[in-house]
């Protein structure tokens, strides 16, 4: 089974709120991942965590705050988005194999994110 | 800096009407070619990894073959279901990290 879930499916947020979007996998993988896509663009990474630690964040801005509770869980907290933030954000897991890198990354079904 | 040109950006066939798409890459040291399929609104689903240079895979109508500057998805005989966005993506060998480079994508529409 190589099945990423993710919740919820749909979001709408004020620029005020915070909310957090959840990610879970059961495949025993150690490394997970969060994307940003926007329409006809592919996915652009935002963070990987790889045995619960935090080994990049690229560039991404503070109102993004990723969190990994333990080796199945990932989750994004949101605050005070801006209106460009809307895009599909994608999670992603992966095993990590020999020397310690990562192999193919798994996807998940994604959460739709509108910032009004 | 890693580079990955996916042609044509849209392709439109008839079913049945086999055809290629293309995945050009440039990567410093290449630790995997990964296919993906992108339905719209979903997140993608992977196809293959290839690793080396004459290395292929297939999965029912697709095959994927590596060489050292490109990579083709070949789809045979296509019905309206393989209509997707297929993504490519590259990762380079390095001691940490996983930075995959993705290509922009081939929107695939087949028509019955």
């Known amino acids: 089974d190589t099945e990423v879930t993710q919740t919820p499916k749909h979001l709408v947020m004020g620029m005020t709120n915070k909310k957090s979007l959840k990610c879970e996998q059961h495949?025993?993988?150690?490394?997970m991942y969060w994307y940003k896509q926007k329409a006809k663009k592919p996915p652009e990474l935002m963070f990987v965590?790889?045995?619960?630690?935090?080994?990049i964040n690229e560039s991404v801005p503070s109102r993004f705050s990723p969190e990994c509770p333990n080796s199945s869980l990932l989750n994004l907290h949101l605050h005070a988005l801006q209106p460009e933030d809307s895009a599909l954000y994608l999670c992603?897991?992966?095993?990590?194999?020999?020397?310690?890198?990562?192999?193919?990354?798994?996807f998940g079904p994604g959460t739709r994110l509108l910032v009004l | 800096e890693d580079q990955v040109t996916q042609s044509p950006e849209a392709l439109r066939l008839q079913e049945g009407e086999s055809s290629s798409l293309n995945c050009s890459y440039t990567?410093?040291?290449?630790?995997?070619l990964f296919w993906y399929r992108q339905d719209p609104g979903k997140g993608p689903e992977f196809l293959f990894t290839?690793?080396?240079a004459g290395e292929e895979k297939e999965k029912e109508r697709l095959k994927a073959t590596l060489t050292k500057k490109e990579s083709f998805l070949h789809i045979t005989a296509p019905k309206p279901e393989d209509s997707a966005t297929y993504l490519c993506?590259?990762?380079?060998?390095?001691?940490?990290?996983?930075?995959?480079?993705f290509g922009e994508g081939t929107q695939l529409t087949v028509n019955p």
């Open positions: 992603a897991s992966s095993q990590v194999g020999l020397a310690g890198l990562e192999e193919t990354q798994y």
């Open positions: 495949m025993g993988h150690r490394a």
């Open positions: 965590y790889s045995y619960e630690k935090l080994s």
């Open positions: 990567v410093s040291g290449l630790r995997g």
């Open positions: 290839l690793y080396s």
């Open positions: 993506a590259v990762r380079r060998k390095e001691t940490s990290g996983s930075r995959l480079t």
